[in-house]
């Protein structure tokens, strides 16, 4: 970062960072103008008249954090600490502060997207007794199967796209399974245009082709593993025949991606949440981790490593969930369905709602949340937006920029951005490493980072025992175990602990059997199947012939965006100028079906309401299946909340049963829709990005 008087001016590579490799994305240079922005939040507000007015009085921090301990205390007084939930966003690295505070005040109840977006993979790879598996792409594996992970515009999986360029710059055969032609898969040897939703059969065709061609690791199965026999009897009923008619994949594709990467090695599956946003969800993670264990590619050099926790405090020991009570972690709400999920207390959203709403089956009523947008980003929003404004009794918010979701707040808090603060980097993922970033610029105006307003509010609830005096003093605990300080670590490049390959040979696997089972006893004693299948998403081509003449097409949700990240950098006009507007993808025969035009304005419907999209017309997806992207809104509009649902895709999808048994995770992908030119019907707001305007 280069900093003149005080100031950021230019965002620098560091070729010598181990993941990043010298790498920044488009979104780091537009964040330059998000920093110095004109709309961003300054001091904390406190509501002056109804939700959604728009109404605020400027109040001081120990105002806001003395009303919000009182308001939470005295929630807890009456109606138990179950009855406040906290929540934050993806991918931050201050979740630890918001456990820390969550079970000192006694709640099991967190609000994350984690139910369908990574921690899926986490929670069923610990019930099999070991941590995620990552692409270990630093010793140049020979194939690797991109699976539902858009790797060159995500970055998900705490690597980085670069990694993957490399490794297919050296040479790697490169697999893609994909509905959208991506420029990845342009760049495949093989890409698998799956029906959306049906990743899970698609995994256990190529695991049945493998087995019956004798391709597996019979040394590492037999050894390593069990329930391979009860694997072997479930994947009968997966053949590349019957799975093509599911999948819409090709057998002879089916067969060729199998042999590809069970003959390569070593060989890495890159995973991403592609896969983890529907009902199949969990079975679709394990059937991928067996599909890893069986050619022989879990924790060995260039396949899929397991390469442990980083240097440093363990994030549970600082989260303090000891200090939770027995009783109070069993009121987990979901906890009785949601089995998997319970194991590592994550909710699914619909839960929560409930029980504001109904009291089922206690009542809840406060929520705070940090860096969460979560009108736009939740699913089913027009429920979430009357949950929000019309049943919650008190709301924090706590964000950069104002948000949909700030405007429903009783009061907003005003957070740092990432260069105002010091901080313990890729603490909370698994790759290994830890890294100092150094604060760069001073915070604008009264802003806090959210780990020092979640430091002050745990001294407010009470607990001021657990709590700091200054946040650098919380960098120095955690790093104490890495016998280091904050001062020696902010000028250390990384530390990192060091990869062990094969530790199952001398370690085995945390499981009951000490293996790695096929057969998962929990699942079946949970009453869930014990071996991964498929089951057709509630809303399909397989549907009743009335539901499917209203509703034809498969609409996946949450295609990414290169230019933004979620619903985050709408703001920027940097960022905007290329990508103004919220598209969806429509194959050009289906839009010249409907009369619809390259850039025109579509209306999407699905059962729960319908929202508006510019048409990109992209012969890239299947006649039968459009996308469309997530987490769009208009900052620059002054407008109501429930006005910012217009292209809000989560307008169209659902929150509720049925869902993935073990998580909870909800369907994103594989819903059913229809599409029609913004005409006809009922008239809708005009150009979401005119030249003329104006910051709200």
């Known amino acids: ?79 138990g600490a179950e009855s406040v939930v906290f929540g934050h966003g993806t991918g931050r690295d201050f979740h630890r502060f918001v456990y820390r505070v969550a079970n000192l005040f006694g709640t099991p109840n967190v609000l994350t997207p984690g139910h369908m977006c990574y921690l899926p993979r986490i929670a069923i790879s610990k019930l099999m007794g070991m941590e995620i598996s990552l692409c270990d792409y630093d010793n140049k594996p020979g194939c690797v199967i991109s699976w539902g992970s858009n790797h060159l515009i995500s ?28 420029r990845l898969a342009e760049k495949a040897d093989l890409w698998l245009q799956l029906r959306p939703a049906t990743d899970s059969a698609l995994a256990l065709a190529m695991m049945h082709v493998i087995v019956k061609e004798d391709l597996y690791d019979h040394d590492f199965v037999e050894k390593y593993t069990t329930g391979f026999d009860e694997l072997v009897e479930r994947l009968a009923a997966f053949p590349p025949e019957k799975v093509e008619k599911i999948s819409w994949v090709p057998a002879e594709k089916i067969v060729a991606a199998a042999r590809l990467y069970a003959r390569t090695k070593p060989a890495a599956l890159q995973w991403g949440v592609g896969i983890e946003q529907n009902v199949n969800c969990v079975d679709a993670d394990r059937a991928l981790i067996y599909l890893v264990a069986l050619t022989g590619n879990l ?107 700030t405007e429903l707040a009783d009061i907003v808090l005003p957070a740092a951005t990432w260069l105002e603060n010091d901080n313990i980097a890729d603490y909370w993922k698994v790759h290994g490493y830890v890294f100092p970033r150094n604060k760069a610029v001073e915070p604008a105006g009264e802003a806090w980072s959210d780990h020092v307003i979640l430091n002050e509010l745990g001294k407010k609830l009470g607990f001021g025992e657990y709590f700091w005096d200054s946040y650098e ?79 034809p097409l498969i609409l996946i949700t949450g295609t990414r965006i290169f230019n933004f990240f979620g619903s985050e950098h709408r703001q920027s006009d940097y960022l905007r100028r290329t990508h103004p507007d ?37 012969d890239g997806v299947d006649r039968r299946v459009v996308s469309a992207e997530f987490g769009w809104w208009f900052p620059e509009r002054d407008r109501t909340a429930y006005e910012q649902l217009e292209s809000n895709i989560n307008v169209l999808t659902m929150d509720g049963p049925p869902l993935d048994p073990g998580m909870g995770a909800t369907n994103l992908k594989g819903l059913m829709c229809d599409v029609r030119a913004a005409g006809q019907g009922t008239p809708r707001i005009e150009s979401a990005h005119a030249p003329d305007r104006q910051r709200r």
């Open 582 to 618: 919220p598209l969806v993808e429509i194959h050009p025969d289906t839009a010249a079906e409907r009369g619809i035009a390259d850039g025109s304005w579509v209306v999407i419907e699905s059962p729960r309401g319908e929202v508006r999209f510019r048409a990109k017309l992209f």
């Open 1 to 79: 970062m280069a900093v003149e008087n005080g100031k950021a001016v230019k965002i620098l590579p560091d070729h010598e960072h181990p993941v990043s490799k010298g790498y920044t994305c488009k979104k780091a240079h537009g964040f330059l103008e998000l920093q110095y922005h004109p709309d961003r939040l300054l001091y904390p507000l406190k509501r002056a008249g109804a939700r959604g007015e728009g109404k605020w009085d400027r109040i001081t921090w120990d105002e806001a954090l003395t009303t919000i301990a009182g308001k939470l205390n005295q929630f807890k007084a009456q109606s």
């Open 473 to 551: 003093e919380s960098l120095d605990y955690i790093l104490e175990p890495a016998g280091v300080t904050w001062e020696q670590f902010r000028s250390t490049p990384y530390l990192r602990t060091e990869p062990r390959y094969r530790k199952y040979e001398t370690e085995g696997f945390a499981s009951e059997s000490g293996k790695l089972d096929f057969f998962l006893k929990q699942y079946e004693q949970w009453g869930y199947d014990p071996l991964p299948g498929f089951v057709e998403p509630p809303e399909s081509p397989a549907r009743e012939p009335e539901f499917l003449a209203r509703y």
């Open 299 to 405: 924790d060995v050099p260039g396949g899929n490593v397991i390469f442990g926790l980083p240097p440093g405090m363990p994030r549970a020991r600082f989260s303090l969930f000891e200090k939770l009570p027995p009783e109070q972690r069993e009121k987990l709400l979901g906890a009785d369905t949601y089995k998997l999920g319970a194991t590592i207390n994550r909710i699914t959203p619909h839960v929560v709602w409930d029980a504001i709403e109904n009291g089922d089956p206690y009542p809840v009523r406060a929520l705070v949340v940090f860096a969460s947008n979560t009108l736009t980003a939740r699913e089913n929003a027009k429920r979430v937006y009357d949950v929000l404004k019309n049943r919650l009794e008190f709301f924090v918010a706590t964000d950069v920029f104002p948000t949909p979701t």
């Open 155 to 182: 970055n998900p999986d705490e690597n980085k796209g670069i990694n993957l360029a490399k490794t297919l710059s050296n040479g790697a055969k490169l697999i893609v399974i994909d509905p959208r032609r991506t």
